[in-house]
């Protein structure tokens, strides 16, 4: 049989990381395919690359030219960005060709109507690659998972601050410094900033969300929080309190509708996921028969992200000539049965909280902050007072309250920062238990 032709759309650390484990693994993908596997072309804009890489493959500057090629089968696509790109991917499937991509911005953001232009054409739009990295957590969630009714996801699903965390942790390391390292190694974005804002997360944590309770991708409604506004002396205290703070994407069902939050977030020591360090990635699925699982794998990098990129190759020529209709859904369900559940808004949400804020060493501070607490409704689980450091008038204060609605401890926010007795904003970090 003659081999499936795939075109690149892309040659930097993922497209090198793709085009070597087919040139490595390619006899024993194509037993597993049923077909042989070959990249004839990839578009970059450095001619030199594919010879830096020792490849045999054409080379173009004109991506458009591949989407375009009647000898292409596959498109594989890892430009990322979501402009460029989306004109790319919407040209190949209107051409009639297979996706694959790694992008979880084009995904997120412009996944519905991909999706339902490649069900128009009869083509698949295959995107492991695009959460998690190496991690099968797609294929786990549209098949594996299918007997259940998913409760929620946690996962820690950005490397680069997951990277950044762990070494602030364990080596005091300084924020800037370890996000170089991490730039250097080809973990972080193009635009570093959708690391640590949490955006890269707030991406893939809409697609697994959708995934999860069968609802179209709704990335604009993700609650987004990064990790630039965690200091040292928050991960000490946190440490002291029992707890690590992991930079989380989280969806819930609940009975106001499903929750999407990005955050850095509290968690047990004792976690599974409090003890995912570096770059890897982890996600924890509750189902309703199995329980809870765990994912756990490289979430960022050339070959783990290009072991997925390859599975989905592998999955595409292994289902090319089934009947679309008897395909795996997209989003893991039906197209026509996806419901119309509210993602509801952060004010709504109820979790338990870490607060910190500095105030005046004098007498009735406590009581005029846990007063504030009482009247709203918001009970204290652990309480923490440091002396003050160099006989300074002004002390950290460290709460830990049990779970609140999100809007209360709004009003509870404001009112203790009103406070004249109060020096600083209150720092605030979500706590999980994740039972
Ligand atoms: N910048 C991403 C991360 C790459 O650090 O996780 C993988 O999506």
Redesign the pocket.
């Known amino acids: 049989m003659t081999p499936v032709k795939v075109g690149l759309l892309g040659l930097g650390t993922v497209g090198g990381g793709t085009a070597a484990v087919l040139n490595r693994n390619g006899k024993e993908i194509a037993r597993r395919a049923g077909r042989a596997i070959q990249v004839e072309v990839a578009a970059t804009l450095e001619p030199n690359r594919a010879k830096e890489l020792g490849l045999d493959i054409g080379i173009t500057d004109d991506a458009f030219s591949i989407v375009n090629d009647p000898e292409i089968d596959i498109v594989v696509e890892l430009i990322g960005g979501y402009t460029l790109s989306k004109e790319l991917v919407l040209q190949a499937i209107e051409n009639g060709k297979h996706v694959v991509t790694?992008n979880?911005a084009l995904i997120a953001l412009h996944g519905n109507e991909i999706f339902t232009k490649a069900q128009e054409k009869g083509v698949m739009v295959a995107f492991e690659a695009?959460v998690a990295?190496g991690i099968p957590i797609i294929k786990s969630l549209r098949e594996g998972l299918s007997a259940n009714q998913i409760e929620w996801i946690a996962g820690i699903?950005?490397?680069?601050?997951n990277?950044i965390l762990t070494e602030m942790r364990d080596k005091g390391r300084a924020f800037d410094d370890v996000l170089a390292e991490?730039q250097a190694l080809g973990?972080?974005?193009a635009d570093p900033t959708?690391?640590v804002e949490g955006i890269?997360a707030a991406h893939?944590l809409s697609i697994l969300s959708a995934m999860a309770f069968g609802i179209p991708l709704q990335f604009e409604k993700t609650y987004t929080e990064g990790i630039t506004k965690i200091t040292p002396q928050d991960v000490e205290y946190a440490d002291e309190l029992g707890y690590a703070i992991k930079h989380l994407g989280i969806t819930r069902r609940t009975e106001a509708g499903i929750e999407q939050r990005v955050h850095p977030t509290m968690i047990p020591k004792t976690c599974l996921l409090a003890n995912v360090n570096g770059?890897m990635?982890a996600v924890l699925v509750h189902g309703d028969a199995v329980g809870p699982t765990l994912y756990y794998g490289a979430?960022?990098g050339d070959e783990p992200?290009a072991s997925a990129v390859v599975a989905d190759i592998v999955d595409v020529v292994r289902a090319m000539t089934s009947d679309p209709s008897n395909r795996v859904p997209h989003l893991a369900f039906q197209p026509d049965q996806l419901a119309d559940i509210p993602v509801v808004d952060i004010k709504e949400i109820t979790t338990a909280y870490y607060l910190r804020l500095c105030a005046l060493d004098q007498p009735g501070v406590l009581a005029s902050i846990t007063k504030i607490m009482g009247n709203s409704d918001i009970s204290i689980e652990a309480f923490i007072q440091k002396e003050p450091q160099n006989n300074a008038k002004n002390v950290d204060i460290i709460l830990l309250t049990q779970r609140v609605k999100e809007g209360n401890m709004d009003n509870a926010i404001e009112q203790i920062e009103a406070l004249d007795v109060t020096c600083s904003k209150v720092t605030r970090i979500r706590v999980e238990s994740l039972k």
């Open positions: 790694a979880k695009a990295g699903i950005n490397g680069t601050g990277f991490a973990y972080a974005e959708f690391d890269d893939k770059v990635n979430g960022a992200t």
